[in-house]
């Protein structure tokens, strides 16, 4: 009898193991946006693509909207493996020790989406999501959202219309200096808060892609906003190192096929998906929209880039000369 049971037992955890070794792995996706912007579709088309093709070895659980992590703690849980995938913001890693991401902050830096995926889609791009991996951090691939315009209560068509505002930013050495050549007051502040501070004017402004904006409802606290195309905002989609070596080679090749689709979907809808936001936020009738004269983004352009010469000690004046080599941009011929 005690045999029988001992079989039983065995039996029981032998069929246990065999019930643990069919677990899918689990990958927990977490962003601070919402759903209906380019970064939450992407997360979304990656999860079908990823969980359709590892035929259910892999589960991705998308938690958008700050559901999961605030900004702030999300790169922590990363790198202590409590989530395994994020697509932060590429100004989130300056604080994280590696500042020559900042340059994506610089402002007009990039004029179109070409320029910039010379880069982002380049040498360039894979040797600065190389210097993440000493963070225990593994650089997948680069999402954009768009060209950030500017937005406050009052109109801003001239560098001089920023003095004394208090702007948001996110923790960025760059966008910090981007706010001061302005003449603006920057803070620093969790995207989750940014409404509220708006609609309370514990800030006055902010800069966003139409389809943050948007989705967040900012423009209903925001009389006016500016199409200054004045600076970019991608995201680096990321995983733990340790996690994503730790993969079978077979689901890992699989993960980065559907990685690689899962930017080329993101990438095509970030351009449309903004324009129909700004569309909306016209729509809505609540906020002005004021479209920059050649004269005026010149001065912008003039206030603005002597920000890329003193950020050089910061990101590093190799990494920003490698940019302007693939773009062609020469900011003595502003």
């Not at 100004?91 to 990039?110: H, R, S």
């Not at 514990?202 to 139409?210: Q, W």
């Not at 905002?233 to 689709?261: H, Q, S």
Request: proline share 4%; glycine share 8%; aromatic share 8%.
């Amino acid at each position: 009898m005690k045999l029988y049971s001992a079989l039983l037992g065995l039996a029981a955890l032998a069929l246990a193991g065999t019930g643990w070794a069919q677990q899918p792995i689990v990958i927990k996706f977490s962003h601070v946006v919402a759903n209906d912007t380019p970064k939450g579709k992407g997360a979304e088309y990656f999860k079908k693509v990823a969980e359709e093709r590892t035929k259910g070895k892999v589960k991705v659980e998308v938690y958008a909207n700050s559901t999961l992590y605030k900004d702030k703690e999300e790169m922590e849980a990363l790198q202590l493996g409590a989530v395994q995938m994020l697509a932060p913001s590429l100004a989130k890693f300056g604080p994280l020790g590696v500042p020559q991401f900042e340059v994506f902050d610089l402002p007009y830096i990039f004029d179109s989406y070409a320029e910039l995926h010379k880069v982002t889609q380049g040498a360039v791009g894979q040797s600065l999501l190389a210097k993440l991996e000493p963070k225990g951090i593994k650089g997948l691939a680069y999402w954009d959202n768009g060209f950030k315009i500017m937005s406050a209560n009052k109109p801003l068509r001239k560098p001089e219309d920023f003095k004394g505002l208090k702007l948001r930013i996110q923790s960025s050495k760059v966008l910090d200096a981007q706010m001061r050549a302005l003449g603006g007051n920057p803070q620093v502040m969790a995207f989750s808060e940014v409404y509220q501070a708006l609609q309370t004017g514990v800030v006055d402004g902010t800069e966003n892609p139409p389809s943050n904006l948007y989705t967040q409802k900012m423009h209903e606290v925001q009389k006016h906003v500016t199409l200054s195309d004045h600076g970019y905002l991608g995201y680096a989609v990321i995983t733990n190192k340790k996690f994503w070596e730790g993969l079978p080679a077979d689901i890992r090749a699989t993960l980065e096929g559907a990685m690689k689709d899962a930017t080329k979907y993101a990438n095509d809808i970030a351009k449309q998906e903004n324009e129909a936001a700004l569309e909306a936020v016209r729509k809505s009738g609540k906020s002005q929209i004021a479209s920059l004269t050649a004269d005026e983004k010149k001065a912008w352009k003039k206030a603005l880039v002597s920000v890329h010469k003193s950020q050089e000690s910061r990101i590093g004046k190799d990494v920003i000369e490698s940019i302007y080599k693939e773009t062609g941009f020469d900011p003595n011929k502003l």
